[in-house]
C-alpha cells in the first residue's frame, strides 16, 4: 500500500474516524491496530516477525537495564552494559540479515572474480522487511535512551510495539526519539486545525510527488536508458536534475507522513529544512535528513568521539602537532567523521551507497576542513562580502552541485552501472551540443513542452514556499494569515492541479519512493 | 565550588577550547552563540571540562545538554 495511492487515502480516513471514536484510554490500541493493518497490506507477510523480534530484544534488554540500573555493585553495572550491547548488536545483526544481501552479493562477487575459488554468496530470499533502516534505528537509539538514563523505559511490550510499528512513519521515516513518541499513548481530541493542517501537508506531499517528482523522473530515465543516443549535456541534465527528484519524492513523502500523523494529533519530527539553501555540504547535512543525522550523532558520533581509542588519538596528536593546534584537531575529526560517514552510508544499505554517502562526503568535508583557513583568507584578501546574496548564491549552487555529483551512486541500479555514469558525465566534451536546451529536444524523453511548463512552475512553487519557511517558520502558518477565498484558491487549485497533472491512474505506476528501500 | 567558581574556571576551558580569549559565557550560552561549537568541538568541550574539574560527564547528559547553564549544573554536582 504505497502511501500516494487511493486505498490508503481511504484507509487513512477510516483510520482517522476509527481513532477519534475510540476511547481515549484506548486510542493507542487502535493506532496498534491500524499500524498492522498497514502492515499486513504494504509489505510481505511474514516479515512483521522481524519487527516483532526487534521490539521484543528491546523491551527485554530496556527492562533488565531498568532493574539493574538500580543496584549499584559493579557486577550489575558490567551486566548492564553487556545486556545495552547485546541488544544494539542483536538488532544490528537482524538489520543485516534482511538489508545486507547487497553487502555480501557485491563483496563476494569481486572476490570470486580474482579468486575463483570463493564462492560467490547468494541474496537471501526475503524480501526484507519494510522500514528496517528506520525502525532499527529507533529500537537502537531506544535501547541506548534506556542504557544512558535518559529514558524511562517501556512496561507494557504493546506500548513499546507501537512505537515501532506507528504506520505513517513506518516506510520512510522519520527516525523518531521515544521521548518524542510518547504522545502516542495519551488521550487525543478531535482538532480542525489539526485536520486542516493534516490535509494541506499530504497535498503538498503528493504534488511533489505525483506532479513534480515523478516528471522529472521520466526526463532522468530516459537519458540513462539510452547513453548511447543521449551523449553530451543530456548526461548533465539527468545529474543535475535528480536532487530535484529525490528531494521532491523523498520531502514529498514525508509530508505525507507527517500530515496523515498530524490528523491523529502526532507531530513528529521534521526531516527536511530547505536543504538546497545551504551555504556548505556540512549545513547541507543539517539540514537534509534531519533526523538521520541527529541519530548518527548522538548514537554513533559522539560515543565515538568519546570513546578511549579515539580520545588517545587526540592526545597522541595534540603531543605529536604542539605548534599547530588546527592539525592536532584534524586527526581524531576525520578518525571520528571516518566513522560517522560510514555508519551513515552503510545505513542505505549497499556499496554503492557507501561510496556515495561515505566517502563522497567524507572526502568533501576532509578536504574542505583542510583548506578552510586558506578559503578565509581568500575570502578576506578578495574583500568578498560574505553576506551579500550573490555570495550566498554562490554557496548555494556549489553545495548543490557536490551533493549531485555524490548521488550519481544513488541513481544507478548498481555499482558498475553507477561508476559507468562517472565516465559517460566526464565525455561530455566529446560531444557538445549546447543546442538541446533550445530546440526542444528534452521534449523528446518522454515529456511535452506542456510538462516542461509545470514542471517549471512546480519548481517555481517549491521555491516560494521555501522562502515563506525560512521566513515564517511554515508557509501554511503565512497562508493562514491570509484571507478565506484567497486560502481556499490556493489549496482547491492544488487539488485540481494534483487531480489533473499527478501521474496515477490506468496507464501510471506512480514509482515507489526512493527512501522506501532503506 | 559557587556557581561564580564555576564559571570563572569554565570561560578559561571555553577560551583555550575555542582559541578565542574574548568568549564569556552564562547560563543561556548555547552552541548558536560560538560560531566554532560544532559537534566535534561539543566533544572536545566536554573532554576539557571533564580535566579541569577532574569528572566523567556522563554519556546520557552529553547528548542532552541544552546549554552552559545545564552544564554548570551537572559540574557543580559532581565536579571538583
Given at each position: 500500500?504505497?502511501?500516494?495511492?487511493?486505498?490508503?487515502?481511504?484507509?487513512?480516513?477510516?483510520?482517522?474516524?476509527?481513532?477519534?471514536?475510540?476511547?481515549?484510554?484506548?486510542?493507542?490500541?487502535?493506532?496498534?491496530?491500524?499500524?498492522?493493518?498497514?502492515?499486513?497490506?504494504?509489505?510481505?507477510?511474514?516479515?512483521?516477525?522481524?519487527?516483532?523480534?526487534?521490539?521484543?530484544?528491546?523491551?527485554?534488554?530496556?527492562?533488565?537495564?531498568?532493574?539493574?540500573?538500580?543496584?549499584?555493585?559493579?557486577?550489575?553495572?558490567?551486566?548492564?552494559?553487556?545486556?545495552?550491547?547485546?541488544?544494539?548488536?542483536?538488532?544490528?545483526?537482524?538489520?543485516?540479515?534482511?538489508?545486507?544481501?547487497?553487502?555480501?552479493?557485491?563483496?563476494?562477487?569481486?572476490?570470486?572474480?580474482f579468486l575463483p575459488s570463493i564462492p560467490q554468496i547468494p541474496a537471501l530470499p526475503i524480501a526484507g522487511a519494510l522500514g528496517m533502516g528506520y525502525y532499527t534505528a529507533q529500537v537502537i537509539g531506544y535501547i541506548l535512551d534506556c542504557y544512558w538514563g535518559n529514558t524511562e523505559p517501556q512496561r507494557n511490550f504493546?506500548?513499546?510495539?507501537?512505537?515501532?510499528?506507528?504506520?505513517?512513519?513506518?516506510?520512510?521515516?522519520?527516525?523518531?526519539?521515544?521521548?518524542?513518541?510518547?504522545?502516542?499513548?495519551?488521550?487525543?481530541?478531535?482538532?480542525?486545525?489539526?485536520?486542516?493542517?493534516?490535509?494541506?501537508?499530504?497535498?503538498?506531499?503528493?504534488?511533489?510527488?505525483?506532479?513534480?517528482?515523478?516528471?522529472?523522473?521520466?526526463?532522468?530515465?530516459?537519458?540513462?536508458?539510452?547513453?548511447?543516443?543521449?551523449?553530451?549535456?543530456?548526461?548533465?541534465?539527468?545529474?543535475?536534475?535528480?536532487?530535484?527528484?529525490?528531494?521532491?519524492?523523498?520531502?514529498?513523502?514525508?509530508?505525507?507522513?507527517?500530515?496523515?500523523?498530524?490528523?491523529?494529533?502526532?507531530?513528529?519530527?521534521?526531516?527536511f529544512r530547505n536543504p538546497f539553501?545551504?551555504?556548505?555540504?556540512?549545513?547541507?547535512?543539517?539540514?537534509?535528513?534531519?533526523?538521520?543525522?541527529?541519530?548518527?550523532?548522538?548514537?554513533?558520533?559522539?560515543?565515538?568521539l568519546k570513546s578511549r581509542p579515539v580520545l588517545a588519538i587526540g592526545r597522541w596528536s595534540k603531543k605529536r602537532f604542539k605548534k599547530n593546534k588546527r592539525i592536532a584537531k584534524l586527526i581524531p575529526w576525520a578518525v571520528g567523521n571516518g566513522v560517522l560517514w560510514f555508519v551513515m552510508g552503510f545505513w542505505h544499505g549497499s556499496v554503492q551507497h557507501i561510496l556515495g554517502v561515505s566517502v563522497w562526503f567524507w572526502t568533501i568535508l576532509l578536504i574542505s576542513e583542510i583548506f578552510s583557513p586558506l578559503s578565509v583568507r581568500l575570502v578576506k584578501v578578495l574583500e568578498v562580502n560574505t553576506e551579500s546574496f550573490s555570495w550566498h548564491l554562490f554557496q548555494s549552487i556549489r553545495t548543490y552541485l557536490v551533493y549531485a555529483?555524490?548521488?550519481?551512486?544513488?541513481?544507478?541500479?548498481?555499482?558498475?552501472?553507477?561508476?559507468?555514469?562517472y565516465g559517460i558525465i566526464f565525455d561530455a566534451a566529446k560531444h557538445l551540443n549546447p543546442w538541446i536546451f533550445f530546440d526542444g529536444s528534452v521534449t523528446k524523453l518522454g515529456v511535452t513542452f506542456a510538462d516542461i511548463n509545470l514542471l517549471i512552475i512546480g519548481v517555481f512553487l517549491l521555491f516560494a514556499v521555501a522562502v515563506l519557511r525560512e521566513k515564517y517558520g511554515y508557509a501554511r502558518i503565512w497562508m493562514q494569515k491570509q484571507n478565506l477565498p484567497f486560502r481556499w484558491f490556493v489549496w482547491l487549485a492544488l487539488f485540481v492541479i494534483v487531480l489533473i497533472y499527478g501521474l496515477y491512474g490506468p496507464g501510471y505506476d506512480a514509482a515507489t519512493f526512493i527512501y522506501e528501500g532503506f | 565550588m559557587t556557581r561564580e567558581e564555576v564559571y570563572e574556571r569554565l570561560n578559561k576551558v571555553f577560551q583555550e577550547v575555542f582559541d578565542d580569549d574574548s568568549i564569556t559565557v552564562n547560563d543561556d550560552t548555547t552552541s548558536d552563540d560560538i560560531e566554532d561549537w560544532d559537534s566535534f568541538e561539543h566533544i572536545n568541550l566536554v573532554v576539557a571540562v571533564e580535566e579541569e574539574f577532574s569528572f566523567k560527564i556522563p554519556m546520557g547528559k552529553v547528548v542532552t545538554m541544552k546549554n552552559v547553564g545545564e552544564m554548570v549544573d551537572i559540574i557543580m554536582e559532581t565536579g571538583k
Open positions: 500500500m504505497a502511501v500516494t495511492s487511493f486505498f490508503f487515502f481511504v484507509f487513512l480516513l477510516f483510520g482517522f474516524g476509527l481513532f477519534y471514536l475510540s476511547p481515549g484510554r484506548f486510542q493507542w490500541v487502535t493506532l496498534l491496530f491500524l499500524s498492522l493493518v498497514f502492515y499486513h497490506f504494504a509489505a510481505w507477510d511474514f516479515s512483521i516477525l522481524f519487527l516483532l523480534l526487534s521490539a521484543v530484544l528491546a523491551y527485554i534488554s530496556s527492562n533488565i537495564l531498568r532493574v539493574k540500573r538500580i543496584a549499584e555493585s559493579s557486577r550489575a553495572k558490567g551486566c548492564v552494559t553487556a545486556v545495552a550491547v547485546i541488544a544494539v548488536v542483536g538488532n544490528v545483526l537482524l538489520w543485516f540479515l534482511l538489508k545486507g544481501s547487497s553487502f555480501w552479493v557485491t563483496g563476494t562477487g569481486i572476490l570470486h572474480r504493546l506500548k513499546l510495539f507501537l512505537f515501532v510499528v506507528f504506520f505513517p512513519q513506518l516506510t520512510v521515516g522519520p527516525i523518531s526519539r521515544y521521548s518524542d513518541l510518547r504522545c502516542l499513548y495519551e488521550k487525543h481530541r478531535f482538532s480542525y486545525d489539526n485536520m486542516c493542517f493534516g490535509c494541506q501537508r499530504i497535498l503538498w506531499g503528493v504534488f511533489k510527488k505525483l506532479v513534480v517528482s515523478d516528471r522529472v523522473g521520466i526526463i532522468i530515465n530516459g537519458i540513462w536508458a539510452d547513453t548511447a543516443t543521449y551523449t553530451g549535456f543530456y548526461p548533465w541534465i539527468a545529474v543535475l536534475l535528480y536532487p530535484l527528484q529525490i528531494y521532491t519524492d523523498f520531502s514529498g513523502c514525508m509530508d505525507i507522513i507527517l500530515g496523515a500523523a498530524e490528523l491523529f494529533d502526532i507531530h513528529l519530527a521534521e526531516n539553501f545551504s551555504r556548505s555540504v556540512q549545513e547541507f547535512w543539517q539540514r537534509w535528513h534531519i533526523t538521520l543525522g541527529g541519530w548518527a550523532r548522538d548514537y554513533v558520533y559522539y560515543p565515538v555529483m555524490g548521488v550519481v551512486f544513488f541513481s544507478a541500479p548498481g555499482l558498475r552501472t553507477a561508476i559507468g555514469r | -
